[in-house]
């Protein structure tokens, strides 16, 4: 039998290890960023076309490298980083492992311009798909221009797999925060499509977060520093006003290198306990210097995941640091204005205060038997100033399913609102539990589907809504404007500023920044054919009746029979089941 094992040619080497390298255009600009940050330039530039599929372009200004260097760049496993085992373990530069840019010319068209301060002239170097075109001297200043186009030309499987160019910029705007917070020092820009993203001069630490993430953070941020043998911390956390439902403006450098830790976020979370809602996640930017003995980087070829030695010491050291930082700030719990019913006395100054007394029936007695009477929800009063009680149905006439009938003996009469939450019901002998919430989310956000394919009403603010944004979240509202546009909204976007000018009829003022501020927390890793779906998820979650809220009988009774005329009732927009079904012997077997 003859021999089956062989050595694989470099060039098919190299394109099996960019599937971990290079996982798409985002994967590119972290690696070419970080070597410019390890040739010492201090200043970067960043430009990118058609969101990296058809060119990214790093320009630096540091120290060039030889003739000989450029070409050896592109070796696998070839750096000037470590030179030995031990020097895994003493790494103080971003990149070690000597694969990324054999990686990316294996899937690419390379052009690299390089030149050394000593040196008349630069060199140029053209690589094709793992493959030299061109090697040969060139006019360049001093630094490092390289030039990557046409991503995954040779891979068409891998570029088949992208998503929008909205969703590609936006991870390597992730990417581009991420160098430029922890490298503050360093002159940055960014330029997509010609247009200036950011330009962002050295500075402080506070004040490249305000540039990266826009005025919402000013006066809002609290400085943390904590200094021990194993570990120096430092950086900001956001007040606790800051946080948001979802993970985005999180972030932890261990020298210098940005990080991903669960485990380390949960000791910033457990350090905010009582301060902020459950489910939410606290802003933060923390720096963590460590002996590069004590820790191990050398996880994943993306180096975002790391070892501590001493993990439950710097776990307790961050979080003792965090509560430190917010008690010395006198960061203390909100009132929660939004809280109904605030029982609190009022007292008149020209009344004599008295001691309350305790009145006592002594006609009562206990084994009397007392006439029955039935609970009948009032109809709640409209609140001063216009506000709502309740969101207003709408009276479509949809087709039923076969659980809930037209039929008027199917209308229980024996329906109640429980706790101002949950409608209590009874159909062919089961009770149901609704959650009136959810329910009317479901209602609202078919409701909102049909409306937005055809003419949607809208009504004109006479103060128009404004809201300062990170730019980030900027593109993130411009990428979902023809959508909003086709739901009745009326917006002025610009690099950190959006002015609302119109709204649907169907919500009121009052929904709408709860609205947007949902919508840019959320992490929208989708195609641009789903925002329909994702904006009208919001808009109902915005005006769907609150849990607490009182309403009519009438109102149960409709929200009921709208309900189960949906296509689907069993569960919310986000996937929440809406009511529960208890039989007779359900509940016989929960009281025996």
């Known amino acids: 039998m003859s021999d089956v094992i062989r050595l694989l040619p470099d060039h098919v080497a190299n394109q099996i290890a960019a599937g971990e390298v290079v996982q798409r255009p985002a994967s590119v600009v972290k690696e070419l960023l970080e070597n410019a940050i390890d040739a010492k330039a201090t200043s970067i530039q960043l430009i990118i076309k058609e969101a990296g599929r058809q060119s990214i372009q790093v320009i630096d200004n540091g120290s060039g490298m030889s003739v000989t260097d450029a070409r050896m760049a592109f070796e696998r496993h070839a750096t000037s980083k470590i030179s030995t085992t031990d020097d895994i373990f003493h790494i103080q530069t971003k990149g070690f492992r000597g694969e990324a840019l054999a990686s990316i010319a294996a899937v690419a068209q390379v052009e690299l311009k390089t030149k050394q301060e000593d040196e008349e002239v630069g060199h140029l170097l053209r690589i094709h798909g793992g493959e030299v075109k061109a090697q040969e001297a060139t006019v360049t200043p001093t630094g490092t221009m390289i030039s990557v186009n046409n991503l995954f030309f040779n891979v068409p499987a891998r570029r088949n797999f992208l998503k929008s160019n909205q969703v590609e910029f936006r991870h390597i705007m992730d990417e581009f925060h991420r160098v430029a917070l922890s490298h503050e020092n360093i002159d940055f820009s960014l330029i997509h499509n010609d247009n200036e993203v950011f330009r962002l001069n050295g500075t402080h630490l506070a004040q490249r977060i305000l540039h990266v993430f826009g005025k919402k953070l000013e006066g809002q941020l609290i400085p943390i520093s904590e200094a021990t043998d194993i570990v120096k911390i430092s950086g900001f956390i956001g007040k606790p006003t800051t946080a948001k439902k979802s993970r985005g403006e999180q972030f932890f450098f261990v020298n210098h290198r940005f990080i991903r830790s669960g485990y380390m976020h949960k000791a910033i979370q457990n350090a905010f306990e009582n301060l902020i809602a459950p489910g939410e996640h606290p802003t933060y930017f923390i720096f963590m210097e460590i002996d590069p003995e004590n820790i191990d980087i050398n996880i994943h070829p993306s180096k975002t995941e790391i070892k501590f030695v001493e993990e439950a010491a710097i776990y307790a050291q961050l979080r003792a640091a965090t509560k430190h930082a917010l008690g010395q700030f006198q960061v203390t719990p909100t009132i929660n204005f939004d809280q109904p019913d605030w029982d609190l006395p009022v007292v008149n100054k020209q009344k004599e205060i008295k001691a309350p007394q305790i009145s006592v029936d002594r006609n009562y007695n206990p084994f009397q038997t007392q006439p029955k009477t039935t609970y009948i929800p009032s109809t709640p009063s409209p609140k001063p100033g216009g506000s709502y009680n309740y969101y207003e149905l709408e009276k479509e006439p949809e087709p039923t399913q076969a659980f809930f009938l037209e039929k008027e003996e199917t209308k229980s009469n024996q329906l109640m609102q429980w706790q101002n939450a949950y409608i209590i019901t009874e159909y062919a002998g089961e009770l149901i539990i609704i959650d009136q919430h959810r329910a009317h989310q479901s209602i609202l956000y078919q409701s909102f589907i049909k409306k937005s394919k055809g003419n949607i009403l809208s009504q004109q603010l006479l103060f128009p809504i404004e809201m300062d944004l990170s730019k980030n979240e900027s593109l993130k509202v411009k990428d979902a404007e023809q959508y909003w546009i086709s739901f009745g909204f009326d917006l002025e976007i ?89 039989t007779l012997q359900d509940i016989k077997k929960q009281l025996d």
């Open 494 to 582: 610009e690099e950190e500023y959006l002015r609302i000018k119109a709204i649907p009829g169907d919500l009121q003022s009052e929904m709408i920044t709860p609205l947007f501020t949902d919508f840019l927390s959320a992490d929208l890793d989708i195609e641009e054919v789903e925002y329909s779906s994702i904006l009208a998820k919001f808009m109902a979650k915005a005006a769907a009746i609150r849990k607490g809220t009182p309403i009519s009988r009438e109102k149960q009774q409709d929200l009921v029979q709208q309900l189960f005329a949906l296509e689907q009732f069993n569960y919310s927009p986000f996937g929440k089941v809406i009511y529960k079904s208890f």
